[in-house]
């Protein structure tokens, strides 16, 4: 059974970063494009990062272009996201999510396998 755990996420001050990773199994992982999207309570789940299968293109939403970096470790069947200078409105639950296609999409429903989420809070 595909499993996407996310950790790495909690409480920083406006300014600091935080590192999320997600650890998948029972999956080929360099098969699959990676992404975080990230939702606060009722509102739509958001495009945050994606990167694909090998790694060699990444898309980043406008809002966080520059500030944060998502990378992998296909070995390590990990996922990671490097976020700098968070800001208040960073603050969501953060989810990562497998994607088996050819094409890097920034669409939620096009990504198969989705972890529970972590949460981050940036306090002002």
């Known amino acids: 059974q595909v499993q996407l755990v996310e950790s790495g996420g909690g409480l920083v001050q406006a300014g600091g970063s935080l590192r999320l990773a997600c650890v998948a199994s029972e999956l080929s992982l360099s098969e699959y494009n990676m992404a975080w999207f990230r939702q606060v309570p009722d509102k739509e789940r958001d495009f945050v990062a994606a990167?694909?299968?090998?790694?060699?293109?990444?898309f980043y939403a406008n809002s966080v272009k520059g500030r944060f970096t998502i990378s992998r470790d296909n070995i390590k069947r990990t996922v990671y996201l490097q976020m700098n200078s968070l800001k208040p409105e960073d603050a969501a639950v953060y989810f990562c999510?497998?994607?088996?296609?050819?094409?890097?999409?920034?669409?939620?429903?096009?990504?198969?396998?989705w972890g529970q989420g972590t949460q981050v809070t940036v306090s002002s």
């Open positions: 999510a497998a994607e088996y296609s050819t094409r890097v999409t920034t669409v939620p429903r096009e990504y198969e396998y």
């Open positions: 990167i694909s299968g090998l790694g060699g293109r990444t």
